[in-house]
């Protein structure tokens, strides 16, 4: 168990609906990392948050959106769900961030299905 | 921009054997770090092993060891002592000094066979 927790699990849902997954970081981890994995690929980068503000921002569509609020826990909104919006979404967190290189613990998480 | 590169989709071995992991990368950056990530069928994502690029001492976990070779831009994983529990999908991810995000390849799926 790495600490961070993700909810749902799984979620299922149809074509053009809206999304929200939420992640809690690990106790004292400030960044809060997205990343996006499709069938048999590797991870990619969506969005990072430290501290509740952006910090990085990577491939992520303008359908998507992030925050992260004062007790940093963070939740992805995903909008205008399309097919290939199907994935494995994992949330990882890290202490800090930058030029000192934390681990990101990831979380479970979680298997949108969209249909 | 970095990319990550795997080569081989799928690998097998038998228990107890050795199997070695290939990674290559690219970057204009001469400091960043290396990773090797471990996803078990859970789906769960485990570092296991990590390597700092200013360092020439290639870095060791137990029974995981990498292969660093900064020049050629490559970084393998060498598992010994291969056990079951080692069955999974191992990435290769790269890290800049200035960014927080992990550049990830597409990973290569390992079968340990009894």
């Known amino acids: 168990d790495s600490g961070v927790t993700q909810t749902p699990k799984h979620l299922i849902t149809a074509t053009g609906q809206r999304v929200t997954l939420r992640c809690s970081p690990r106790?004292?981890?400030?960044?809060v990392y997205w990343y996006q994995q499709s069938l048999d690929q590797g991870l990619q980068f969506l969005i990072q948050y430290y501290n509740g503000e952006e910090r990085a921002k990577g491939n992520i569509l303008e359908r998507f959106s992030a925050q992260q609020f004062p007790d940093l826990h963070s939740e992805l909104n995903l909008s205008s769900l399309e097919l290939g919006d199907s994935a494995l979404y994992f949330c990882?967190?890290?202490?800090?961030?930058?030029?000192?290189?934390?681990?990101?613990?990831f979380g479970p998480g979680t298997r949108l299905t969209v249909l | 921009a970095q990319t990550v590169t795997q080569s081989q989709p799928e690998m097998s071995v038998q228990e107890a054997e050795t199997v070695t992991l290939s990674c290559t990368y690219d970057t204009s950056e001469n400091n960043y770090y290396l990773f090797w990530y471990k996803q078990p069928p859970s789906r769960q994502m485990i570092l296991v092993i990590r390597?700092?690029?200013?360092?020439?001492q290639n870095a060791t976990e137990n029974r995981f060891s990498v292969n660093f070779q900064k020049a050629a831009k490559s970084f393998s994983l060498k598992i010994s002592d291969s056990q079951l529990g080692d069955t999974a999908m191992y990435f290769c991810a790269f890290k800049g000094l200035d960014t927080d995000k992990l550049i990830f390849g597409t990973g290569t799926r390992l079968q340990v066979f009894p």
């Open positions: 990882a967190s890290s202490v800090t961030g930058g030029r000192v290189v934390n681990e990101q613990f």
């Open positions: 106790s004292g981890d400030l960044s």
């Open positions: 390597q700092e690029a200013y360092k020439q």
